[in-house]
């Protein structure tokens, strides 16, 4: 429609960030949408509301929606409240679209006290300003038109709109209502919701497109981008993919696999599809080390068993080995057959040596999948550490709480997953 040509234009003279990022998006008229939204793949936008706002107005809603994508809003609610997540999320883009000199309308939300912060952190105020007693409504969660709470756009109950969505100053976050340019959960293009892995895969595509746009706002635009490139990048790298996340996708793409019909692909069967699946090699073990110096107290070992466990179930190793070991290993490894649960157990608690269970392996003559070591990385491996040492040739990945192994007498080796804040 011919407004939103103008508004376009606008952002292509003047906002070359925006433009770069804008452009991978599908643009879609819907009449269903109230007002206009996206998932991360397009844009949807209902007629009727594009023409209730100035070419102005029009620009910074879409620049609204860009930043939404940028930020990747559609894949980090999580469990999260759809209708008090949106609000969040407006508030951590909002201040910077008006930093870059766009007009917002009217009923925007923002609120100062807000800028620089991100949405996990602007929805976990909000949701305490909001008192414990309230609990989430039906109208909380996203609807099947894609516009969850959005039929009640800036109104109170009783119909009349709402002062709490004020454009200025702090407003009031009891009753606020998303107001236009909803962020909705994103899907897989047939529908399906998206795996971590898939998440991952959008957050490394974004970012490289944040880097293009980011490149070229600084050969021809006029820094009006600047928040908006560096806000975005922040928020990427503010929640790194969990490390069982990684450690699960590296062991997948590790593992010899072919394909078979007697495992179709689950994605496609609500379609009536029938695709070959993976079927995985399931002749390797997968060894486990645990760093029992002190590293993991026994809640967290039970966490670590069940991140394991869901490992397994994906990659359906012969066997699962555990290793307990601090300056030597302690008693006997465990052996967990296929389909056995593993269970984790507190054992040692002395000094710390790494070389030990790669001696170990060395020594019962396995060839291991892979060799899994959890630990806070304070301690030495290699030839001219604690015991004698027997370098692995099968692939290693260091699980670490607080820093990498320091490797004494050789080359790195093994990859390094670092624990976030020790959340397992």
């Not at 804008?22 to 206009?36: P, Q, R, S």
């Not at 695709?275 to 110096?293: E, F, H, P, R, W």
């Not at 068993?305 to 302690?330: F, L, W």
Request: overall charge negative.
């Amino acid at each position: 429609m011919k407004e939103l040509r103008q508004a376009e234009k606008r952002m292509f003279r003047d906002h070359p960030f925006y433009t770069c990022l804008y452009a991978a998006l599908k643009k879609i008229e819907d009449d269903a949408v109230n007002t206009m939204c996206t998932d991360g793949r397009e844009i949807r936008y209902n007629p009727a509301f594009v023409l209730t706002l100035t070419i102005p107005e029009l620009l910074f809603v879409l620049c609204h929606e860009v930043l939404h994508v940028a930020f990747l809003h559609q894949v980090r609610r999580g469990e999260r409240e759809f209708k008090l997540w949106n609000i969040a999320a407006d508030f951590a883009i909002n201040g910077i679209l008006i930093k870059a000199g766009l007009v917002m309308p009217e009923d925007g939300l923002h609120d100062p006290r807000f800028d620089g912060m991100k949405a996990e952190k602007i929805y976990n105020i909000l949701k305490d300003e909001r008192g414990e007693g309230d609990k989430p409504t039906p109208s909380d969660d996203q609807g099947e038109d894609g516009e969850g709470d959005a039929q009640s756009e800036s109104q109170g109950e009783d119909g009349e709109p709402s002062d709490d969505t004020s454009g200025s100053g702090e407003a009031s976050t009891g009753e606020q209502e998303v107001p236009w340019g909803e962020v909705l959960d994103g899907t897989n293009e047939d529908g399906s919701s998206l795996s971590e892995v898939d998440k991952a895969e959008i957050e490394r595509e974004t970012a490289s497109r944040i880097y293009e746009a980011s490149q070229v706002e600084k050969k021809v635009g006029d820094g009006s981008g600047g928040h908006a490139s560096q806000g975005a990048l922040d928020a990427i790298a503010a929640d790194p993919m969990p490390w069982h996340e990684i450690l699960q996708d590296s062991l997948v793409r590790s593992t010899p696999c072919d394909v078979s019909f007697s495992n179709p692909n689950r994605r496609f069967l609500h379609s009536g599809l029938i695709i070959a699946g993976n079927v995985y090699d399931q002749t390797g073990d997968l060894v486990i080390a645990i760093d029992t110096s002190g590293s993991q107290s026994a809640e967290e070992l039970k966490v670590i068993a069940g991140r394991i466990n869901e490992i397994v179930d994906v990659i359906d190793p012969r066997s699962v080995v555990v290793i307990y070991c601090d300056s030597t290993i302690n008693g006997e490894p465990q052996v967990f057959e296929r389909g056995e649960e593993v269970e984790l157990e507190m054992r040692g608690g002395g000094g710390t040596a790494f070389n030990p269970p790669f001696n170990w392996v060395e020594h019962e003559g396995l060839y291991p999948h892979a060799l899994i070591y959890f630990t806070d990385g304070m301690g030495s491996v290699g030839p001219e550490a604690r015991h004698e040492f027997t370098e692995p040739d099968y692939p290693v990945f260091w699980i670490t709480t607080y820093e990498p192994p320091y490797f004494s007498g050789c080359e790195e080796f093994g990859e390094v997953i670092e624990v976030q804040d020790r959340e397992y």
